[in-house]
């Protein structure tokens, strides 16, 4: 069936390249001039830009509650991202409708970019996207994508429709980002890059066997010609040799444990509200100050998303097994004991501050 609906797109092979990186890496450069490569090439190329696609409050948060509660939009922000991957989608299955499928009120994708990027498939005398050529079609999806799980749902979209899947990882130091993204027209925060560089994992085949197909460039310095090459061939290689739609035991595996890592970072997430709930009442009934407490709840929430981030990193990198395999209310009970003494100790000191 997948094979059936990847014909119907009416390509020759088609390939999903996914540019990964720091902001300011040099991402949006190397697309364009792979794209002005592809072309001399005969190939159909387009960039799709999730900055563009994606509307800004997105990737914000926001304080609501009566004690300040900071809270990461990261459902929504998902959601968007996953809209992007259902306009690719629906462009596989329907490649004569441009328009930008029904997501829900909250997750509207940028319309008139989505259909920029359509329009960049099409030959420059038609608007009719039937009178485009065969020509290999590759797509340029353009973003940080700092987790593997990001990357991942590139992948198995790549795997539905028997697509070719590759992905280039610029890095660049964190020096030359922040000095890049300062000289922008509408540079993003400072902060913004440094968190993200904490959190960025590179690509890593030896863990990851469907990311096999990936290679690095060092884009401190200007992308040489070499590199360019590099990239042509690699996008070349995922042409002829498109994803197979059977998963294999290993890819199984993977996203059993993406999938347990998810529960346990949920559970742990969920007992660590209530334990900043019962510190909130706690400071409350020792009559803290307002400000002090208002200090106390971005703090310990601060402390509670480093906790998480941390715990799914680690949980990932140390436990290769499904959640039918392990406790998994055990470890998420090991792991929210130091965080609940964490609290208590960030809890004590502000009453005692008070006092």
Not at 215 to 239: F, G, H, K, W, Y
Not at 274 to 292: F, G, H, N, Y
Request: hydrophobic fraction near 35%; charged fraction near 25%; aromatic fraction near 6%.
């Amino acid at each position: 069936m997948a094979a059936e609906l990847a014909a119907g797109v009416g390509w020759a092979p088609a390939c999903l390249c996914v540019l990964c990186g720091l902001p300011a890496a040099g991402k949006s450069t190397l697309s364009r001039t792979v794209c002005s490569t592809a072309a001399m090439r005969g190939w159909r190329s387009t960039v799709v830009p999730y900055d563009d696609l994606i509307p800004e409050h997105a990737f914000q948060a926001r304080v609501s509650g009566e004690d300040g509660k900071l809270q990461e939009m990261h459902t929504e922000w998902r959601l968007h991202r996953q809209a992007v991957l259902q306009c690719i989608e629906q462009f596989l299955k329907k490649p004569e409708m441009l328009a930008v499928p029904p997501t829900g009120s909250s997750c509207q994708i940028n319309s008139a970019a989505w259909e920029r990027c359509i329009q960049a498939l099409l030959k420059p005398e038609t608007s009719d996207y039937s009178q485009a050529d065969r020509a290999p079609l590759v797509f340029l999806l353009d973003d940080n994508f700092y987790y593997p799980s990001m990357r991942y749902e590139v992948f198995q979209l790549a795997r539905k429709y028997s697509l070719g899947f590759c992905q280039v990882y610029l890095q660049c130091d964190l020096e030359s980002c922040i000095s890049r993204n300062q000289s922008r027209s509408e540079p993003i925060p400072s902060e913004v890059i440094l968190e993200m560089a904490k959190r960025m994992e590179t690509p890593n085949p030896q863990k990851n066997s469907w990311e096999t197909n990936s290679i690095l460039l060092n884009t401190t310095e200007n992308i040489p010609t070499c590199d360019i090459q590099r990239v042509m061939e690699l996008i070349s290689a995922a042409l002829n040799n498109p994803l197979s739609p059977v998963e294999d035991n290993m890819e199984q595996k993977e996203a059993d444990r993406q999938k347990c890592a998810n529960s346990v970072v949920h559970q742990a997430d969920q007992t660590c509200r209530r334990l900043i709930s019962e510190a909130i009442k706690t400071a409350r009934e020792s009559q803290v100050r307002p400000d002090r407490m208002r200090s106390l709840a971005t703090q310990l929430n601060e402390s509670k998303a480093r906790f998480l981030h941390n715990l799914r990193k680690q949980f990932l990198q140390e436990v290769p097994f499904s959640e039918e395999d392990i406790d998994v209310e055990r470890v998420v009970k090991r792991a929210v004991d130091v965080f609940d003494n964490d609290k208590n100790e960030l809890l004590l000191r502000i009453i005692n501050d008070h006092s």
